[in-house]
C-alpha cells in the first residue's frame, strides 16, 4: 500500500474496495490500449524492441515485446506493448498482425535491434516497410567485439554520446 500511496496521496482511502476498483479501472484502460483502432494513423517511424524485465513474467525467456512510432505530423505514440517469448519470430509476428488487424499499415521505416525474429516477422506481416539497425545497438555490438581495453577510447566523442 505505501507504494500507491505516493501515487494518490495519504487520504486516498486505499481500502480493499478502492483497490478492487482501482484494479478494475486499470484493466479497462489497457484492454482499451490494446484494442483501440489504427486505422486512423500513419506511422513513418517505429522503434520495436524486447525489454527484458528481471522478474519472471509467468514462463522463462519471457519479454515485454514494445512498438513506438512517430506519426507523419511527429507525434510520438506508443502503438502497443505484448508479452513474448524471447523475442522470437512468432511473438513479434502475433504483435504486428495484432496490429494489422486492428487497421495498422506498413510504416515507412522499423529500426529495431537487430534481432532475427522481427525482421522475419515484418516481411511476413508488414513487407512495404523497410528496416534498419538501430545505431545505438550497432554502436555497442561493434565495441563490445574490441578488446576491454580498447574499449574505453572507441566510446570517445560521437560514439560515446551514443551509450548514454
Not at 479501472?25 to 506511422?43: T, Y
Amino acid at each position: 500500500m505505501p507504494a500507491l500511496e505516493q501515487f494518490l496521496g495519504s487520504a486516498a482511502g486505499l481500502s480493499p474496495a478502492t483497490v478492487t476498483r482501482l484494479t478494475k479501472q486499470w484493466g479497462d484502460d489497457h484492454a482499451a490500449f490494446q484494442d483501440r483502432d489504427l486505422s486512423d494513423r500513419d506511422f513513418v517511424y517505429v522503434w520495436a524492441d524486447g525489454v527484458h524485465p528481471k522478474i519472471r513474467l509467468g514462463q522463462a525467456h519471457s519479454c515485454v515485446l514494445v512498438l513506438l512510432g512517430v506519426r507523419l505530423d511527429g507525434t510520438k505514440e506508443l502503438i502497443a506493448l505484448a508479452e513474448g517469448l524471447r523475442e522470437s519470430t512468432e511473438s513479434w509476428a502475433d504483435l504486428l498482425r495484432d496490429c494489422r488487424q486492428r487497421g495498422m499499415r506498413d510504416p515507412e521505416l522499423v529500426v529495431g535491434d537487430g534481432a532475427m525474429g522481427l525482421w522475419k516477422a515484418l516481411r511476413e506481416v508488414f513487407p512495404a516497410a523497410r528496416h534498419q539497425m538501430c545505431w545505438v545497438h550497432k554502436s555497442r555490438n561493434v565495441t563490445n567485439a574490441l578488446p576491454k581495453s580498447a574499449q574505453p577510447g572507441a566510446l570517445k566523442g560521437d560514439a560515446g554520446d551514443l551509450q548514454r
